[in-house]
């Protein structure tokens, strides 16, 4: 089956999108979603992964796919600032954030309360290093550290000072909390204004009694899933044009103008769907499988 247009990739998120529900990392991945997936790429279209996960949280997803071509596809992580071959596990683009202002942004999560974390680059094994315990206010923190640890994401280390144990330049900082806790420390962040990151925030959505809460990041200031892909498509001699992006989350928004073709998950908010030039069923309705059958497979 050929595709339906001239699509030659598609850049596809992974939490409310490939998988359809972020709180339980052991529920199976939709079977509809990977058939789809196998069909595209037989068509000739190249897949890619492309998410605000690290490396580690990625390939553990993936692991679950059991589908060792979708293991093997080309990744771009932390929002844009990593990008990885898939066959050959080669680093194609790190962007690291300066030291200097690493230590500045540790200085507010600090000042505000919050418990800190920090992905080293890739040199040093794309460890997360989080300073000290969140504390017993903070579910989700916790719990985000208890599956990481439980499902083998990647190396884990608690430290008492994160400022001493920075090295060289970061991949990026992250914290999680509740909304009101991220918001004074996303302004003080922002007041900063410092040339070389940029500041993010990602919601969560609160299940099992956690409550809403929110990713306070910060990377370097070209690290975005649109330019990440932009980046990846130059090195791949793929023209944006000929490609297409679906996805559910606020950090997915640009990448959905600049592609060729644009599909907003149904769970994604009001503004991704605006954005987009079409809108899938939500995720729990197998929204991807019916997104590329739909608009990608003739």
Not at 120 to 125: H, N
Not at 262 to 277: F, P, T
């Amino acid at each position: 089956m050929a595709p339906r247009s001239r699509c030659r990739a598609l850049a596809v998120d992974l939490d409310g999108t490939l998988i359809s529900n972020v709180e339980d990392p052991r529920r199976p991945v939709s079977a509809a979603n990977l058939a789809a997936l196998r069909e595209l790429r037989a068509a000739g279209v190249r897949i890619v992964i492309i998410t605000g996960r690290n490396e580690g949280s990625a390939r553990s997803l993936l692991a679950r796919c059991a589908d060792p071509e979708l293991g093997a596809s080309d990744l771009i992580l932390h929002n844009g600032a990593l990008m990885i071959d898939g066959p050959g596990g080669a680093t194609l683009r790190e962007l690291t954030l300066p030291r200097a202002e690493a230590l500045a942004y540790l200085a507010v999560y600090r000042a505000q309360g919050l418990t800190p974390m920090l992905f080293t680059d890739r040199a040093r094994g794309g460890a997360l290093l989080v300073e000290g315990e969140p504390g017993p206010e903070n579910t989700r923190l916790a719990r985000y550290l208890g599956v990481r640890r439980r499902e083998g994401e990647g190396e884990l280390r608690q430290v008492p000072d994160l400022a001493a144990a920075l090295g060289e330049d970061p991949l990026a900082l992250a914290t999680i909390d509740s909304p009101p806790r991220v918001a004074p420390a996303r302004e003080a962040m922002l007041a900063l204004a410092l040339p070389g990151s940029r500041v993010a925030v990602q919601g969560l959505v609160g299940r099992g009694g956690h409550g809403p809460a929110q990713f306070l990041e910060v990377f370097h200031r070209e690290a975005s899933k649109e330019k990440g892909f932009a980046a990846w498509c130059a090195l791949r001699g793929i023209p944006l044009a000929e490609t297409a992006a679906i996805g559910d989350g606020r950090n997915d928004l640009e990448l959905l103008r600049e592609v060729g073709l644009g599909i907003a998950m149904g769970n994604g908010s009001a503004e991704l769907q605006a954005a987009a030039d079409h809108v899938a069923p939500p995720h729990d309705q197998d929204g991807l499988a019916v997104a590329i059958r739909t608009h990608l497979l003739g």
